[in-house]
């Protein structure tokens, strides 16, 4: 996390190119059955994905995960609001990145605005995040 | 006057699920910390849950005759809707304490806001879900709002 809290800052973006292994354990670890993240041929010729769909869930978790890195010690995440706009599948590359859009440093909070990238360019995750400090916003290291 | 809400339909908003108390362990957080690439120690050791470690926890475990052919357990909290091609929905999440290893934690859904919508080709269905997840304590642990639409 910098120094001296502002809007406009970026965060430290991250990608993630998640392979079948994965996301067959994240779906494992949710015990979450649903053939199109598993079946290729099912959600391929069945579905007609073009290959195997990614789990929405895992999104929103990536969309915490630069956030809270960020945040390290100095604070946690109080609340995301986020949609999963399209669906998006083994073999994208996502990009995960978030913009601090206001500051309160009277409460010592900040919200930062978090989207996730395909290759295309496409927002196919946009969120908000609010955040709250331990440390005075205008004194965060 | 909405041309898809029945007043039966309509009826269901307001309905909960039973409270589903779960076990929260060290193993199973460094599972999905893992299973989601986090690269934090204190998650990866399992020292305190990640946000978002309520969604395995409570996912639903049925058994395999009550999945459908595609492997989906159907939410018996829902009613049948008479649209059902879920579009892109929202969460919010509110995160009021951690979560650690050897807790209780206790979810309550609620089906809380049936609505209409007029789209661009044709009506939409928004359904809000509203979960509670407390502690042994009865504290608000996490709360998870979930819209859905459907066209």
Redesign the interface.
């Known amino acids: 996390m910098s120094h001296e809290l502002a809007v406009g800052e970026q965060l430290p973006s991250r990608e ?1 190119e ?1 392979d079948n292994v ?1 996301l067959m ?2 779906n ?9 993240h598993f ?1 290729l041929p ?1 959600a391929t010729e ?2 007609g994905y073009p290959g195997l769909v990614l789990a929405g ?2 999104l ?3 969309l ?2 630069i956030v ?2 960020w945040l390290g010690d100095q604070g ?11 669906a998006t599948y083994v073999g994208d590359v996502l990009k995960v990145s978030g913009e601090i859009i206001a500051v309160d440093h009277e409460h010592s909070t900040a919200v930062i605005e978090v989207r996730l990238e395909n290759q295309h360019g496409d927002n196919v995750a946009p969120g908000q995040v609010t955040v709250a400090f331990n440390v005075p916003t205008g004194q965060a290291s | 006057m909405s041309s898809l809400l029945t007043p039966e339909l309509l009826a269901n908003i307001g309905r909960s699920s039973l409270p589903q108390r779960e076990y929260v362990t060290r193993r ?1 957080i460094r ?2 910390a ?7 120690t204190k998650y990866l050791r399992g020292d305190v849950a ?3 470690f309520h ?2 926890l409570f ?3 049925v058994e395999l005759d009550k ?1 459908t052919p ?4 159907v939410d018996s909290l829902l009613p049948v809707f008479p649209l059902t091609r879920a579009m ?8 009021y304490k ?1 979560v650690y290893p050897e807790m209780w934690l206790t979810s309550v859904r609620t089906l809380d806001d049936i609505y209409e919508k007029a789209g661009r080709s044709g009506p939409l269905i928004f359904y809000r879900l509203v979960q509670e997840i407390r502690d042994d304590a009865g504290e608000l642990v996490i709360v998870e709002e979930t819209t859905r639409i459907l066209r």
Request: proline share 9%; charged share 20%.
């Open positions: 993630f998640p994965q354990l994240y494992a670890v949710l015990w979450n059955g649903h053939r199109i079946d099912y069945v579905e869930p895992m929103g978790d990536w915490h995960q809270d890195e946690t995440i109080r609340s995301i609001e986020y949609s999963n706009r399209a | 199973d599972k999905y893992v299973a989601t690439g986090n690269r934090q990640p946000p978002m969604i395995p996912w639903d475990v999945l595609d492997g989906v357990s892109a929905g929202g969460l919010k999440i509110t995160y951690p």
